[in-house]
């Protein structure tokens, strides 16, 4: 069970639970979280820099359209907000962030750390307990430690007012006691309710396990609003920041969209027109229930 710690401050938040209905097999995400650029496949076998640890792309994306909304950019006439640091990947990150989620939905946010042990942490990210190894413990380190490195930044025109801020505030992993502890930026702690939510099915996400790209699209394509006009390919590569050629990541791309129609997710058309692809969806089901092909 989580350890609940209050600190000194006023309170600013409470459970979230009426509105986050998070369990063990799904999830639910601010649409805004899973069209920007953050959560991306990543290379399996990144290059390691100079130091020998894996070298990871850093990006800075403009994320004003989605984050502008929230009552605190609002309130405090922010205008442009920008997200950056380290690419955020499907097989690692994205479950610790699910698992993060998932403990400010059931512990709620008092001005609190929420203090875990290691096992009921990772068992809230839905790893499995064989998987309680130290190479799960550094994985999980090293994946709030990229979380934790996404800095949000909110200015106003000519930067007359600023706020730097995070999708954490702090998250820290005691190795000898075996427990982690979160704690929420207290600014965005809205980021979490922010606008409307998608539900995503976790058993959905590990029927794609090892494509982070239909991983990548199957999240963006939940949260975008029911009969989308048709999506670039352009659009997608922008969301997906994948590195090779347009051509090879249209055909990636492709592959991918043909993984979630095959597991009955998706079901659509791809047109191309003036020299470019785009997707025209006619459904998708978060229980799989399509199987007609593209």
């Not at 064989?130 to 490195?149: C, F, M, P, S, Y």
């Not at 991918?256 to 998706?266: H, N, P, S, T």
């Amino acid at each position: 069970m989580a350890e609940i710690i209050k600190i000194q401050g006023p309170e600013l938040g409470s459970k979230l639970s009426d509105k986050l209905e998070t369990n063990s097999s799904s999830t639910v995400q601010a649409l805004a979280m899973l069209r920007i650029g953050v959560f991306v496949p990543i290379r399996r076998n990144p290059p390691k820099n100079k130091t020998g640890g894996l070298d990871r792309p850093v990006f800075r994306t403009d994320i004003s359209d989605e984050f502008r909304k929230l009552e605190f950019a609002r309130t405090e006439g922010f205008e442009n907000v920008a997200i950056q640091g380290p690419a955020l990947n499907f097989e690692t990150d994205f479950k610790v962030w699910c698992g993060v989620i998932r403990a400010f939905n059931t512990y709620g946010y008092q001005n609190s750390v929420i203090k875990f042990s290691f096992a009921e942490f990772a068992k809230t990210c839905g790893f499995t307990s064989k998987q309680l190894d130290e190479r799960l413990r550094t994985r999980i380190h090293d994946a709030l430690v990229r979380i934790r490195g996404q800095v949000i930044e909110f200015t106003k025109p000519q930067v007359s007012k600023s706020y730097i801020g995070g999708l954490l505030s702090t998250g820290s992993f005691d190795a000898e006691n075996d427990t982690i502890e979160l704690v929420a930026d207290p600014k965005l702690w809205e980021l979490y309710s922010i606008d409307h939510h998608v539900l995503l099915k976790l058993n959905v996400l590990s029927k794609l396990n090892r494509n982070e790209t239909a991983q990548c699209l199957y999240a963006y394509l939940s949260a975008l609003p029911k009969d989308p006009f048709p999506i670039s390919f352009k659009r997608l590569r922008e969301r997906l920041c994948l590195t090779s050629s347009v051509k090879e990541q249209n055909r990636t791309i492709k592959k991918a969209l043909d993984k979630l129609r095959d597991i009955g997710f998706m079901r659509g058309d791809i047109v191309k027109k003036d020299n470019e692809s785009y997707l025209i969806l006619d459904a998708l089901s978060q229980r799989l229930s399509l199987n007609d092909k593209v």
